[in-house]
């Protein structure tokens, strides 16, 4: 376990924020945290984004929000791992705490997607990819996926229709919560019916690019007991790799990264499985769902699915998922994904979760992808 907890958090709602510069978005999920901390103490900020230079024209992030939060002067970077980007900043933001040379550190995701459109996106997300071996040849994200979930199909007997639970749930949880890019619900019997967009995947099967930002404020867990009345304790921090093209896994439906850093983060922890109260995991495809829970042992590999079907990822099953709407209701702000994971974990920890708030919610986990899960970022946090 870490000597590490969170005491604030804060962010914005995912929309098409056309009235908003990213430095103003970060900002206001900045504001959020720091209100939320009751501290402007920080000594270092660490923003993950994945495509403000190719998308807002706008690198050197760290010193733009340093200077524009009022925090001109302290150390500030730019994490970036693609998908990853923000779950990457929360593990840079616990190692300096645990090191002791940061005393109080911001983290913040910002991402700011909507200004651009079709082509442009796709082109900014597949740099995701391997430029040299998949890209090249026209490969996108949901080319990508589309790879995978076919491949899922055939080795496991299973059809389009059988992804549907992800969706269903994800949506019915993000009508929940006012601050989601989607409200609405969606039927079952509907989502095979939805427009493709890479055979098999179609609208329903893919979380859609949005505007956001979200933040949170670490210090050491000693500190924290007497800064608020609720710290959040970071159990388990682990960042692992693997292979960035489909072509050179030894198995493309494993995802090793995935099993890695989730393997690694409970042993941190000294907790199993059946410790975990809910998982917010990276659905920006319904695939990788299930290949999510598959990796990190919560079911076996081509039984993920059925997790999806038999209510277990329900806001009352046995392994709540996508509580806030996931990446597929509340949007995907591509490199703040990983961020607002954290926040809305910490938030059903301490009871803050309104109508998608888990049962009596204790100790959770957050897993972060980076492309096809080439980075995977695992938190387990706990009261």
């Not at 590490?4 to 999920?29: M, N, Q």
């Not at 403000?52 to 733009?64: C, F, I």
């Not at 910002?110 to 995701?128: I, L, P, Q, R, Y």
Request: proline share 4%; glycine share 10%; net charge negative.
């Amino acid at each position: 376990m870490t000597n590490v907890s969170i005491i604030g958090v804060g962010k914005t709602p995912v929309r098409e924020a056309w009235d908003s510069s990213i430095r103003h978005l970060a900002w206001y999920a900045i504001e959020a945290a720091l209100d939320n901390a009751s501290t402007t103490d920080i000594d270092a900020i660490f923003v993950g984004n994945m495509l403000a230079g190719q998308l807002s024209s706008q690198d050197h992030l760290g010193a733009l929000v340093a200077d524009f939060a009022g925090l001109r002067g302290i150390e500030a970077v730019t994490v970036e791992a693609a998908d990853a980007s923000g779950g990457a900043a929360m593990r840079q933001g616990v190692l300096a705490v645990q090191s002791g040379l940061v005393r109080t550190a911001l983290v913040v995701g910002v991402e700011k997607m909507t200004d651009e459109t079709g082509s442009t996106v796709v082109a900014a997300m597949s740099s995701a990819l391997d430029a040299d071996y998949e890209v090249i040849h026209g490969l996108t994200p949901a080319g990508a996926a589309a790879l995978m979930m076919r491949r899922y199909m055939h080795e496991y007997g299973v059809t389009l229709a059988d992804f549907a639970g992800f969706s269903v749930n994800a949506h019915a949880n993000g009508s929940q919560n006012p601050m989601a890019m989607f409200q609405n619900r969606i039927k079952a019997e509907r989502f095979p019916g939805a427009p493709l967009v890479a055979d098999p995947v179609n609208l329903f099967d893919m979380a859609p690019a949005g505007d956001g930002s979200a933040a949170v404020v670490l210090t050491s867990s000693e500190r924290a007991m007497d800064m608020v009345p609720q710290p959040v304790r970071v159990a388990g921090s682990a960042l692992t790799t693997d292979t960035i093209g489909l072509h050179d896994r030894r198995n493309p439906l494993w995802l090793e990264g995935a099993a890695r850093s989730a393997a690694q983060a409970l042993a941190m922890a000294s907790l199993t499985l059946d410790d975990i109260d809910l998982f917010e995991l990276h659905d920006a495809y319904t695939v990788l769902a299930a290949l999510s829970l598959e990796a990190c042992g919560f079911a076996e590999p081509g039984r993920g699915w059925q997790l999806a079907q038999d209510g277990s990822i329900g806001r009352e099953g046995r392994i709540p998922i996508s509580t806030f709407g996931g990446l597929k209701a509340r949007g995907n702000p591509a490199g703040a994904t990983g961020v607002y994971q954290i926040v809305e974990v910490a938030q059903q920890l301490r009871g803050e979760a309104g109508n998608c708030q888990v049962p009596n919610a204790r100790i959770g986990m957050a897993q972060n992808l980076g492309g096809m899960g080439a980075t995977a970022v695992t938190h387990i946090l706990r009261l």
